[in-house]
């Protein structure tokens, strides 16, 4: 059997990064659109799913990318989206800057291979 393509899961990763980079308002008081909160919060899963999609060695070889979380973010906003907060989203949107080029560098580095 070949190896799994993790670079499909990846780019979703960091094409909903993006779009949150996007969204995301400079300020807290600024996130009042319904819109845009369902927009952040589909991201969010949408980025937890890819997560969820590579292969666990994969997750544990770029163990610097918090996989586990992303994973339990996608499942609270799914699962439990009545407990889902404009606070919540905009604590969990201010890792994106931090996060996102980790996960192009790692994307680069399969796609060089």
Partial sequence: MGS???SAPLRAMV???EMVLKITPADRADLDSEVDEA???QCLIIMGDAGSDL???????????PWAGMIELRDRLRHRYWETTADLLWAEVQA?????????AILESVESR
């Fill in 39 to 41: 927009a952040l919060a």
């Fill in 55 to 65: 292969p666990a060695s994969f997750r544990a070889e770029n163990d610097h990318i």
């Fill in 96 to 104: 994106i800057p931090r996060l996102l080029p980790r996960i192009r």
């Fill in 15 to 17: 094409h909903c990064g």
């Fill in 4 to 6: 799994i393509d993790v």
